[in-house]
């Protein structure tokens, strides 16, 4: 599948992980800048010094680039948990220490964020793939925090609400519903219920 190849980046040689990094920075500042609406393929293209059917060829769409633009953000964040594994005694003491980094990280760069979040739930099938990895990643922190071996069905059940909960906290604060800081109270909420 085209999509699932664009999102590849081993096997690029060096100059081709450059370019891409470059695509994904340009997008990055474009929607720094003006949010989804100021991240136009072809000024990714112009800001990244790239024709613009290359990317194309990396990145088929805008929603394509923002939700893999997400993809990144999400590995770092797995990836600084193994480094720093969440604190808490309790699974939603470390639930909240781990959704609290992540809604950080979210918050540091709210246009940025509401870009990739509009993209992620844009509904566009070219995407689906992606879709699916991010909630798939989204559940993997959720499982971290829960720090067991292995997950029951009922457990596993639970993940999947929470990763849900926060997936509807994130639309809903990109949307001017929920303020920032409510995010964190829904999802702890929304924990006490299912854990």
Do not use: C, H
Not at 65 to 87: F, Y
Not at 97 to 121: I, T, Y
Not at 166 to 177: D, E, K, P, R
């Amino acid at each position: 599948m085209a999509g699932i190849e664009a999102m590849r980046t081993t096997g690029l040689t060096k100059s081709q992980q450059a370019r891409r990094t470059r695509m994904v920075e340009a997008a990055t500042r474009l929607a720094a800048e003006g949010g989804y609406d100021a991240v136009q393929m072809r000024e990714v293209a112009a800001e990244a010094d790239v024709a613009l059917g290359t990317l194309y060829r990396y990145f088929p769409s805008k929603e394509y680039l923002l939700v893999s633009l997400m993809m990144q953000e999400m590995e770092k964040l797995v990836g600084r948990m193994s480094e720093r594994p969440p604190r808490g005694d309790t699974p939603i003491e470390r639930l909240v220490d781990v959704m609290g980094r992540a809604n950080r990280a979210l918050q540091r760069q709210p246009k940025v964020s509401a870009a990739m979040v509009r993209a992620l739930v844009s509904g566009e099938t070219e995407i689906a793939p992606l879709v699916s990895r991010n909630r798939d990643m989204m559940s993997e922190m959720i499982a971290v925090a829960l720090a067991t071996p292995e997950l029951t069905r009922e457990q596993e059940a639970a993940v999947e609400v929470l990763a849900g909960v926060w997936l509807s906290a994130l639309v809903g604060w990109i949307g001017g519903v929920t303020p920032a800081s409510a995010v964190m109270t829904k999802l702890e909420q929304a924990a006490r219920l299912v854990l």
